[in-house]
């Protein structure tokens, strides 16, 4: 009589599925390039970056976009984190807060009055080095949306960046709501796996 040997579960080779609030092993596992552990990261995240910018702008549209910066950003800032000691969702509304924020004083920018000369110049080489940090990061995003199928890359575009509605997106690709959801959860994986890449 043959017997076979009881093929492992995929919570068992995917710690972090067995211990969801293990942050670490998470991290451990996204650093490594583990797509699920990619998507389940921005997926657990999206709600912290969301709620913060959102508290921040109270602009809807201007949140999600700092909102998948922010989860871009994290992303390519994970191998340089040390997962034993990173709070995740903390560092996440930290980030979130600090994009949210910079969006502000770049609004308000015309109508700041600096006190001293010094000021000035330490205001202007922080403000040059965040924009060649965040150009930079905006290179990777577009090259990473470029990379993706075509279909995943349209409806990542119109939903996130056009805030066209999600239902409206998947009629006009012939699918219903539920499959569009999954096309841009694969879309957002594809680019936070080519961010992590490059990072």
């Known amino acids: 009589m043959f017997t076979t040997k ?19 092993a998470l991290v451990r596992a996204a650093v490594a390039g583990d797509p699920l552990a990619v998507e389940r990261l921005f997926r657990i995240c999206w709600a912290e970056a969301h709620h913060t910018c959102l508290a921040i702008l109270r602009c809807p549209h201007d949140t999600a976009d700092v909102a998948q910066d922010t989860l871009l950003a994290t992303v390519k800032r994970l191998p340089s984190l040390d997962p034993e000691s990173l709070n995740l969702r903390g560092y996440v509304r930290v980030a979130a807060r600090h994009h949210a924020l910079n969006v502000l004083r770049r609004r308000s920018r015309h109508d700041a009055t600096p ?22 990061i905006a290179r990777q995003v577009r090259a990473a949306i470029r990379s993706l199928p075509d279909r995943q890359r349209e409806a990542l575009v119109r939903v996130s960046w056009l805030g066209e509605p999600v239902a409206t997106v998947g009629d006009e690709l012939g699918l219903n709501v539920n499959a569009t959801a999954q096309l841009l959860h694969r879309a957002r994986k594809g680019v936070a796996q080519h961010m992590l890449l490059a990072a």
């Open 115 to 136: 006190l001293d000369e010094s000021e000035t110049l330490a205001d202007t080489q922080a403000g040059t080095a965040e924009r060649v940090e965040q150009q930079e």
């Open 6 to 24: 009881p093929r492992p579960s995929v919570a068992s080779s995917c710690p972090w599925l067995r211990e969801p609030d293990d942050d670490a």
